[in-house]
Nanobody, 123 residues
């Protein structure tokens, strides 16, 4: 069973970059798809990016020019690199996994979720 832990959140100034990591302590990493979602204060959770178990990537239209999702199967880790951060990127970022997942943008398809990591962008 996947157990996901996010790392890399923190406070950053607008215009800078940040890379988040999601470590899966389960033993089925290679067969899972992963997604990154975020939730800003007072807003619903929204899709950011996903990577399927085959390596196929999927990005939210609003984010695709600024983020890159990748995975390292040897390290059981998924990364989310974010560039040119703005105040609107502030929120809690969650990693989620789906068995044999293709990298969906639909949160309800994911089986396991991490606790989230806070990203705060100051202008």
């Amino acid at each position: 069973q996947a157990q996901l832990t996010e790392y890399g959140g923190g406070s950053v100034q607008a215009g800078n970059s940040l890379t988040l990591s999601c470590v899966d302590s389960g033993n089925l990493f290679n067969r899972d798809g992963f997604g990154w979602f975020r939730q800003a204060p007072g807003k619903e959770r929204e899709f950011v990016a996903a990577i399927g178990w085959t390596g196929r990537t999927n990005y939210a239209d609003s984010m695709k020019d600024r983020v890159t999702i990748s995975r390292d199967n040897a390290k059981n880790t998924v990364y989310l690199q974010m560039n040119s951060l703005t105040f609107e990127d502030t929120g809690v970022y969650y990693c989620a996994s789906e068995n044999r997942g293709p990298g969906s943008s639909r949160a309800n398809l994911y089986d396991h979720w991490g606790q989230g990591t806070q990203v705060t962008v100051s202008s």
